[in-house]
């Protein structure tokens, strides 16, 4: 009985010891484990990168619009509207479609007294931009004016996102603002200047 029981045993141990040896399927087992951090970390780099082009993108064609606010070209050359602002940025943003820049950018363009009572919330109501909410007023030479652009970018990989305001369904919101005082292009001094 004892033979068979030590017979038995050595047998488990030969087992073990070329379980332990094996390496064939090592490989797979390997990549099995580093495979989830990895895509992680690729769709993470992507997603990201793909976030900082848009927002760049858009800040770049927000800023080159606003100053045509600035200068009062916008005012002075008859397209003085949301829509001729819209077209200024969406003529600039190269890579995105101007029927995706035109249906999913919103602006926001208003005048104040001074820079102390510029106020800045964000139009989003119910997960969505509210169009009620927006204005669009460029004022007039010597004008205190803050220019917004909101644009909703849909995430690819929406569990990778960083902290921009959310709109739900995998979308963030993209925003770009700028406050400024416009040029004295009038024929009268601007106050306090």
């Known amino acids: 009985m004892r033979g068979v029981i030590t017979e038995m045993r050595s047998r488990y ?12 399927g090592a490989t797979a087992v390997e990549f099995a484990l580093i495979a989830m951090p990895f895509f992680a970390l690729l769709f993470g780099t992507l997603q990201m990168g793909l976030l900082f082009m848009t927002s760049t993108t858009i800040e770049s064609a927000a800023m080159t619009a606003a ?10 050359a008859g397209n003085n509207t949301s829509q001729g602002f819209k077209d ?31 106020t800045s919330t964000l139009p989003v109501k119910n997960g969505a931009i509210d169009p009620t909410q927006l204005q669009f007023n460029s004022g007039t030479n010597c004008s205190i004016v803050m220019v917004r652009v909101f644009y909703p970018y849909t995430l690819f990989a929406p569990s990778f996102t960083p902290g921009l305001p959310d709109l739900g369904s995998n979308q963030k919101l993209i925003t770009v603002a700028a406050a400024f005082r416009n040029e004295n292009w009038g024929t009268t001094a601007c106050a306090g200047a």
């Not at 100053?67 to 002075?76: A, D, F, H, I």
């Not at 969406?90 to 926001?108: A, K, P």
Request: proline share 0%; glycine share 6%; charged share 25%.
């Open 13 to 24: 141990v030969r087992a073990w010891r070329r379980f332990a040896r094996a390496e064939r």
């Open 67 to 76: 100053r045509q606010v600035r200068t009062g070209q916008l005012q002075n």
């Open 88 to 118: 200024l940025i969406c003529g600039d943003m190269t890579w995105l479609t101007y029927d995706d820049c035109e249906h999913n950018v919103s602006i926001d363009v208003r005048t104040f007294g001074n820079f102390a009572s510029i």
